[in-house]
């Protein structure tokens, strides 16, 4: 805030962001994918269907079920297949959600892509919000573009170039910045959604 009147301005009116947290595990990551382009609601009512069906929610148990009892839940074959590739991928320990803690952002991001299904957004945002690493700028949420938009009075959405720029400033904390945007966003009148993230 001291850095950044714009962001003192949005804390001011609106108070501090929440502390959004999850839990790191393979029932986290399978939400963020399910949240790809898609409302936080929308995902939220699938994700919890799905609970209901995979229990303990579980890479070894989602594995078991019956697909077409997945697809029932609402999850598009896509994301369905995304989800298999995550399970298939920490079931044979090709990716292992406890090693994650030990690498820096880099790596870990690196780590995360390699599955086909979880894009930089996805790897951050699970960084961020799972991980709880300070300096995660997730490019291409869309939710954080609108936000800059009205913070920094754009006259547009931000390119890439132009939403890596004003980030770099907040530099180590970005991800500190991603809160405060996202409850703007969240919080004001122009918010798309009354929904945590």
């Not at 995550?86 to 990716?95: F, H, K, R």
């Not at 931000?158 to 939403?163: K, N």
Request: net charge positive; charged share 20%.
């Amino acid at each position: 805030m001291s850095r950044d009147s714009d962001l003192a301005q949005v804390v001011d009116r609106y108070g501090p962001p929440p502390m959004w947290r999850r839990t790191p595990s393979f029932a986290t990551l399978v939400r963020i994918i399910l949240e790809q382009q898609v409302s936080l609601a929308s995902a939220r009512a699938v994700f919890e269907r799905l609970a209901a069906i995979v229990f303990p929610f579980s890479a070894v148990r989602f594995r078991q079920i019956d697909k077409t009892c997945l697809e029932g839940v609402g999850l598009t074959r896509q994301k369905l297949t995304y989800c298999h590739h995550l399970a298939d991928a920490i079931a044979t320990q090709n990716l292992s959600l406890n090693r994650l803690n030990r690498l820096s952002d880099a790596e870990a991001r690196k780590a995360l892509v390699q599955v086909k299904g979880i894009g930089p957004w996805t790897a951050d945002i699970y960084l961020l919000m799972a991980l709880r690493r300070p300096d995660i700028w997730p490019r291409g949420d869309l939710a954080l573009k609108a936000a800059l938009k009205a913070v920094k009075h754009l006259h547009s959405l931000p390119s890439e170039e132009t939403f890596d720029a004003i980030g770099h400033g907040w530099r180590p904390w970005r991800a500190v910045a991603a809160r405060i945007l996202w409850h703007f966003y969240l919080s004001s009148p122009n918010g798309k959604e009354a929904n945590a993230v």
